[in-house]
Every structure is written in structure tokens, then in C-alpha cells.
């Protein structure tokens, strides 16, 4: 489970900043530094529908 910080960033950015939606196309790009923040934004996506 990540960081509670990490999953808050994650909720920000998947639902306020870019509404990610179902059947949404979603491409997650990151340097190694962002990968528990790109893990935690690809696994709301899939929650999501995307």
C-alpha cells in the first residue's frame, strides 16, 4: 500500500486534475524518482475504468 501522501497526490491528479473517466485511454510517463506516485496513479486508473 503506498504512503498516505503518495495515494492523496494520486486522487489529485487522477480525478481532479485530469478526470480520468471509464474507457479513457490514460499514458503515465515518469522518471525512476516518480514510480510509487506513477504505480499508485496507474492503479486508481484501472479502478476507474481507464
Known amino acids: ?3 498516505e501522501r503518495v495515494r492523496k497526490a494520486a486522487e489529485i491528479l487522477v ?3 485530469t478526470k480520468v473517466r471509464p474507457g479513457d ?3 503515465i510517463s515518469t522518471e525512476l524518482d516518480g514510480k510509487e506516485l506513477a ?3 496507474y492503479r486508481l486508473c ?3 475504468g481507464a
Open 1 to 3: 500500500m503506498a504512503d
Open 15 to 17: 480525478d481532479h486534475s
Open 25 to 27: 485511454r490514460v499514458l
Open 39 to 41: 504505480l499508485e496513479c
Open 46 to 48: 484501472l479502478e476507474r
